[in-house]
């Protein structure tokens, strides 16, 4: 036992950090998923829910869109529902389910796109809808109804009006009567196009919310990997692999108990910012040019900031947001090097590459480990990698690797029953 045992990380603190990385997906939609969680929130309060429930909306809010992983999804998803949104909302689902703490969230957000229909829309292929989804849903329509580049206040009336003649096809009579009422007040929309993240806090901080220990952000931090890997199946498993690895190389290392749940953390979070980063970058084998490069080269620099706003998360952020510094100072994006870099940082950073070139990708073949060996010994002769860490992987590489393969193979069984099941 060491002090980190004690360290409790809050919840919402945590699920903030997340709707933000998953908001970098689309530019377009600023912060839609914390003015998505503030709307819901307020018209819930409209309709005297109570506060649990209001604070059910507002994870809800908070996470409804995690299943539109990719750039196209969202894109599609800005100005219409198509008829494929519920694919997006039973994926966002069937990944929360995994939370237990979100496993109400993620029956609300199941059913986030569900019409009215006259009363019909209360039940979905012989699963009761919750009067909370119907509210998420028409939060998130109007949401984005609003126009960032125009003025706020201007644009109530037709706002009011489009949500109007959709009563009863789309939205319930009493939802619109509540969205109306609310809508009177001007303090509700500014918000909404308030600075991001002023809209949401003040909220947020006077909820209760759940403490979380390690185990537990440990399940939170994976399925957070997936919403990051399932993107694309060229990288559907990659995450798993290095945080399994990362894990197991520390554990080697002498590394405490709870300094090995975070440096798994740390793995299953190391790619948070390639969120940021378009589908058809991460799915381009070779060929990219200067531009490109330099937009993948952005996601370290993002899961670095996204991370810093979670508290007690600052080993763990360096040990996961330093994996593309290299001892000799040539990476990025910080241009650490040894004399900075710590050893849970190095050892991140030979678990990604030894992950990335070890593993399987669509357009090539993973490499014999005998070249995977000589390219990890390359790199520590041009002082790219550390040595100390790079021995603990040499001299128990069979263990190791069996490690990254068990995780890799599971999370692409994983990955395929997703991909198969949520269209
Ligand atoms: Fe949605
Ligand atoms: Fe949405
Ligand atoms: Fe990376």
């Given at each position: 036992m060491?002090?980190?045992?004690?360290?409790?990380?809050?919840?919402?603190?945590?699920l903030l950090c997340l709707a933000n990385a998953a908001d970098l997906v689309n530019p377009r939609l600023t912060a839609h998923h914390q003015k998505v969680a503030y709307l819901a929130y307020r018209i819930g309060g409209q309709m005297n829910l109570t506060r649990e429930e209001q604070k059910k909306l507002l994870l809800a809010g908070l996470l409804h869109d995690v299943g539109a992983l990719s750039y196209n999804d969202r894109i599609e998803l800005i100005d219409n529902e198509p008829p494929t949104a519920q694919s997006h909302a039973e994926k966002g689902a069937g990944l929360l389910h995994g939370f237990p703490p979100l496993q109400e969230v993620a029956e609300i957000i199941r059913f986030h796109h569900i019409p009215w229909k006259n009363g019909e829309g209360q039940h979905f292929r012989g699963n009761q809808v919750s009067h909370m989804s119907h509210i998420l849903h028409l939060a998130d329509r109007v949401t984005v109804l609003v126009d960032p580049q125009r003025e706020v206040i201007g644009q109530i009336h037709e706002i009011r009006n489009s949500?109007?003649?959709?009563?009863?096809?789309?939205?319930?009579?009493?939802?619109?009567?509540?969205?109306?009422?609310?809508?009177?007040?001007?303090?509700?929309?500014?918000?909404?196009?308030?600075?991001?993240?002023?809209?949401?806090?003040?909220?947020?901080?006077?909820?209760?919310?759940?403490?979380?220990?390690?185990?537990?952000?440990?399940?939170?931090?994976?399925?957070?990997?997936?919403i990051i890997d399932f993107r694309s199946p060229f990288t559907a498993?990659?995450?798993?692999?290095?945080?399994?690895?990362?894990?197991?190389?520390a554990e080697l290392a002498g590394f405490s108990e709870s300094e090995c749940k975070m440096m798994l953390i740390a793995g299953y979070l190391h790619d948070l910012g390639k969120l940021a980063i378009r589908n058809e970058l991460l799915e381009k084998p070779s060929g990219l040019d200067s531009n490109e490069r330099n937009e993948i080269k952005s996601h370290t620099f993002y899961t670095y900031r996204l991370l810093q706003s979670v508290k007690e998360f600052e080993t763990i952020n360096e040990w996961a947001s330093f994996?593309?510094?290299?001892?000799?100072?040539?990476?990025?994006?910080?241009?650490?090097?040894?004399?900075?870099?710590?050893?849970?940082?190095?050892?991140?950073?030979?678990?990604?590459?030894?992950?990335?070139?070890?593993?399987?990708?669509?357009?090539?073949?993973?490499?014999?480990?005998?070249?995977?060996?000589?390219?990890?010994?390359?790199?520590e002769k041009r002082q790219a990698l550390c040595p100390y860490a790079l021995s603990i992987l040499m001299e128990n590489y069979d263990t190791v690797d069996r490690v990254r393969i068990d995780a890799q193979e599971k999370a692409s069984i994983e990955y395929n029953y997703f991909s198969v099941n949520s269209e």
């Open positions: 060491d002090s980190m045992d004690y360290k409790r990380i809050n919840m919402h603190e945590l949500i109007q003649s959709r009563v009863n096809t789309v939205f319930s009579p009493d939802l619109v009567d509540a969205f109306l009422a609310l809508s009177n007040y001007e303090y509700i929309w500014l918000d909404l196009v308030y600075k991001p993240l002023h809209c949401i806090l003040p909220v947020l901080t006077t909820l209760d919310t759940m403490e979380l220990n390690w185990d537990e952000v440990i399940l939170l931090a994976q399925l957070f990997s997936k498993n990659h995450s798993a692999g290095v945080a399994k690895t990362a894990e197991k190389l994996h593309h510094e290299r001892m000799d100072g040539s990476g990025y994006p910080f241009r650490l090097n040894g004399k900075c870099l710590s050893l849970g940082s190095r050892i991140m950073a030979v678990a990604d590459v030894f992950t990335a070139i070890s593993e399987n990708r669509p357009y090539r073949k993973s490499m014999s480990v005998d070249d995977v060996k000589k390219v990890l010994k390359s790199m």
